[in-house]
């Protein structure tokens, strides 16, 4: 009756340690990203560490660009004469587009900003391209080199010709400074998620013959 023992918190004050726990967790990881990104874009300028090769590196950012991989698929499309070639290109298309809406939603709606010592000088832009997550280039990357990889006869050396072209372009994205290396890497996981997608919902003669109609 004399002592007073400290009474346990009731269990809903308990419940609050975590979430702080966590948005400190999730803060630090964040600033963490930030300042390695600002410090690996080094091409982000031509004042840069690096600024002397950063028209290569604009080289290979068209190259993973989305532009050129729609109008190279589409031409392949319209001059190919094989029904196997057309329907590996057709499905090259249908990945190319759903991972073009898919980006832009998931942009639309995170709404990053640009790592604020990115250059706003790219290569064919629309609205959604001023938010930064995740990375379109990755996820192209990613989703063309697993699409490559699967449906075309390579050799060794080129095979890994493709997977390093699917690094550099995702490496590049954080040394311009168009992107965080979260935005990146996240951008790696969709595509190469993105894929399965594709994979099994695979347009064919069977599923789509109206598409295939056409062509």
């Known amino acids: 009756p004399g002592s007073s023992a400290a009474a346990p918190?009731?269990?809903e004050d308990c419940m609050k340690l975590n979430p702080s726990f966590l948005g400190i967790a999730l803060s630090s990881l964040l600033a963490i990203d930030l300042w390695a990104s600002k410090r690996l874009g080094v091409c982000a300028g031509e004042g840069s560490a690096w600024g002397?090769?950063?028209p290569l590196m604009k080289v290979i950012e068209?190259?993973?660009?989305?532009?050129?991989?729609?109008?190279?698929?589409?031409y392949g499309l319209c001059q190919s004469d094989s029904s196997a070639a057309r329907e590996v290109l057709l499905n090259l298309l249908f990945a190319l587009l759903?991972?073009?809406?898919?980006?832009a939603v998931v942009k639309g709606l995170v709404k990053r900003p640009r790592?604020?010592?990115n250059k706003m000088d790219m290569f064919v832009t629309i609205s959604v391209d001023k938010y930064s997550f995740p990375s379109g280039h990755a996820t192209r990357a990613a989703l063309v080199c697993r699409f490559i990889l699967r449906?075309?006869?390579?050799?060794?050396?080129l095979r890994v010709l493709v997977v390093l072209w699917a690094l550099i372009v995702s490496i590049s994205r954080v040394m311009l400074g168009r992107h965080n290396m979260t935005d990146v890497l996240f951008g790696l996981l969709l595509g190469y998620?993105?894929?399965s997608v594709v994979e099994h919902c695979w347009l064919s003669p069977l599923s789509a013959p109206a598409l295939f109609a056409l062509w």
């Open 9 to 11: 918190l009731p269990e």
């Open 52 to 54: 002397s090769a950063r």
């Open 62 to 74: 068209i190259s993973g660009h989305g532009v050129p991989w729609l109008l190279g698929t589409f």
């Open 98 to 103: 759903l991972d073009l809406v898919l980006v």
């Open 115 to 117: 790592p604020t010592h």
């Open 151 to 157: 449906h075309l006869v390579l050799a060794v050396p």
């Open 193 to 195: 998620a993105l894929y």
